[in-house]
């Protein structure tokens, strides 16, 4: 018997719709969730680093750090990542991650314990811990160098202010776990989507909600880069909206799927979404993984190299232990692997490291102990604050996220 021809891999399909609008009728006008009137993406005039730093949180609890660098030897690039740090962070499964952007010094971790704990990546120590959830945390990110966003089970979205750490805001509306938050490049409005099947928008910085809209489901929600377009994902189905919440797009994959993420071309201005054109067409595949990839990141370091000035790094973690640093083209073979010996990866998220001299975009350019004096002396102070007190504060902070 002849042997059978192999079974050609299953490919994502791909509609256009450029003429379906997501159902917002039935919200009053003040409350449907357009977008173009809220604010520019700001200009990016933060310095390109030359080095990077890997954050990497798991199921066991394991905190992992490395540290990359590229060399450029024999007219060739070689990537190079290293372990840091390796320890238990939490006392139950480490669920997001994140770091501050543009050189920042913090680090954020999320666990199933509903503690978010801060740590300085520069001195590599721990500041403390925030409790202000009664839910495992689902979504950290710092929408800038000086706030941090958290989510959590609770149904609740808490602003920190990272000077001292004390709570800005508590934003409630969701009936259930926030399952995804996305700060819009502007940094003035965020939308999540949440297990009571409704998309939000909150105005942060007023610190209120200021529209909703029930969603069939939504586990993942991301705006581009541009701020122009956003993606709803759920199951293996990807939506792609514009800030009228027109759908373009649907992107259905063989697969279910666990992360999405934006970033800019290097050689242009053009956006890639790992599946992204107008209309989306595929452009290439990150390979290496055995098992389930959980999450994806990006980050452009500058070159050291007389052709390439710069290039975006993607990482992404996988339930099969392994931390893959891809270079973004067309064919994405990982440029470097850290194996962690099977612990199960759930989160990373990828922050700057040294800066080259010269390596700038823009005329910003960031120097060593940059910070305030202020900032270097925090420590446990506001990280700890009492049930009461956070009550005393309750008017102040909170939004009731009403339609």
């Given at each position: 018997?002849?042997?059978?021809?192999?079974?050609?891999?299953?490919?994502?399909?791909?509609?256009?719709?450029?003429?379906?609008?997501?159902?917002?009728?039935?919200?009053?006008?003040?409350?449907?969730?357009?977008?173009?009137?809220?604010?520019?993406?700001?200009?990016?005039?933060?310095?390109?680093?030359?080095?990077?730093?890997?954050?990497?949180?798991?199921?066991?609890?394991?905190?992992?750090?490395?540290?990359?660098?590229?060399?450029?030897?024999?007219?060739?690039?070689?990537?190079?990542?290293?372990?840091?740090?390796?320890?238990?962070?939490?006392?139950?499964?480490?669920?997001?991650?994140?770091?501050?952007?543009?050189?920042?010094?913090?680090?954020?971790?999320?666990?199933?314990?509903?503690?978010?704990?801060?740590?300085?990546?520069?001195?590599?120590?721990?500041?403390?811990?925030?409790?202000?959830?009664?839910?495992?945390?689902?979504?950290?990110?710092?929408?800038?160098?000086?706030?941090?966003?958290?989510?959590?089970?609770?149904?609740?979205?808490?602003?920190?202010?990272?000077?001292?750490?004390?709570?800005?805001?508590?934003?409630?509306?969701?009936?259930?776990?926030?399952?995804?938050?996305?700060?819009?490049?502007?940094?003035?409005?965020?939308?999540?989507?949440?297990?009571?099947?409704?998309?939000?928008?909150?105005?942060?910085?007023?610190?209120?909600?200021?529209?909703?809209?029930?969603w069939a489901k939504g586990e993942i929600v991301r705006?581009?880069?541009?701020?122009?377009?956003?993606?709803?994902?759920?199951?293996?189905?990807?939506?792609?909206?514009?800030?009228?919440?027109?759908?373009?797009?649907?992107?259905?994959?063989?697969?279910?799927?666990?992360?999405?993420?934006?970033?800019?071309?290097?050689?242009?201005?053009?956006?890639?979404?790992?599946?992204?054109?107008?209309?989306?067409?595929?452009?290439?595949?990150?390979?290496?993984?055995?098992?389930?990839?959980?999450?994806?990141?990006?980050?452009?370091?500058?070159?050291?190299?007389?052709?390439?000035?710069?290039?975006?790094?993607?990482?992404?973690?996988?339930?099969?232990?392994?931390?893959?640093?891809?270079?973004?083209?067309?064919?994405?073979?990982?440029?470097?692997?850290?194996?962690?010996?099977?612990?199960?990866?759930?989160?990373?998220?990828?922050?700057?490291?040294?800066?080259?001299?010269?390596?700038?975009?823009?005329?910003?350019?960031?120097?060593?102990?940059?910070?305030?004096?202020?900032?270097?002396?925090?420590?446990?102070?506001?990280?700890?604050?009492?049930?009461?007190?956070?009550?005393?504060?309750?008017?102040?902070?909170?939004?009731?996220?009403?339609?």
């Amino acid at each position: 018997m002849a042997p059978m021809a192999p079974r050609p891999p299953k490919k994502a399909k791909i509609s256009t719709k450029s003429s379906d609008t997501k159902d917002v009728s039935s919200l009053p006008t003040e409350s449907k969730p357009s977008l173009k009137s809220k604010g520019k993406q700001k200009a990016d005039n933060s310095p390109i680093p030359s080095t990077f730093k890997i954050v990497a949180g798991s199921y066991e609890k394991l905190l992992y750090g490395l540290e990359g660098h590229v060399t450029y030897e024999d007219e060739k690039l070689e990537y190079h990542i290293k372990p840091i740090f390796i320890f238990p962070a939490h006392v139950s499964c480490i669920k997001a991650v994140a770091a501050s952007p543009n050189g920042g010094k913090w680090l954020a971790t999320g666990s199933a314990d509903e503690i978010v704990k801060v740590w300085d990546l520069r001195r590599k120590k721990e500041i403390g811990g925030l409790m202000h959830h009664e839910g495992s945390i689902t979504h950290l990110s710092f929408p800038s160098r000086s706030h941090l966003l958290s989510a959590s089970e609770d149904g609740t979205l808490c602003l920190f202010r990272a000077r001292d750490w004390a709570v800005l805001r508590a934003l409630r509306g969701h009936k259930g776990r926030v399952n995804s938050v996305a700060v819009h490049p502007s940094s003035k409005v965020a939308l999540s989507v949440g297990k009571d099947r409704t998309l939000r928008m909150w105005d942060l910085m007023r610190g209120r909600g200021v529209a909703s809209t029930k969603w069939a489901k939504g586990e993942i929600v991301r705006w581009s880069v541009s701020g122009k377009l956003l993606v709803v994902q759920s199951g293996s189905t990807l939506d792609i909206y514009d800030t009228d919440m027109t759908l373009l797009h649907t992107i259905a994959h063989p697969s279910r799927l666990h992360d999405v993420k934006f970033c800019k071309r290097v050689d242009s201005d053009d956006e890639i979404f790992w599946l992204a054109e107008h209309p989306p067409k595929i452009i290439g595949a990150m390979v290496g993984h055995s098992n389930r990839v959980k999450a994806v990141q990006t980050l452009s370091i500058a070159l050291p190299s007389p052709t390439h000035k710069s290039t975006t790094i993607a990482c992404t973690v996988s339930s099969d232990g392994k931390i893959h640093d891809s270079e973004e083209f067309q064919e994405l073979q990982p440029v470097a692997i850290y194996d962690s010996k099977g612990t199960r990866l759930t989160c990373v998220t990828v922050a700057d490291g040294d800066v080259m001299e010269n390596a700038t975009i823009g005329k910003r350019k960031r120097k060593d102990g940059e910070e305030s004096d202020e900032e270097e002396e925090e420590g446990w102070q506001g990280l700890q604050v009492a049930d009461e007190e956070e009550e005393e504060n309750g008017n102040e902070e909170d939004s009731d996220g009403s339609d």
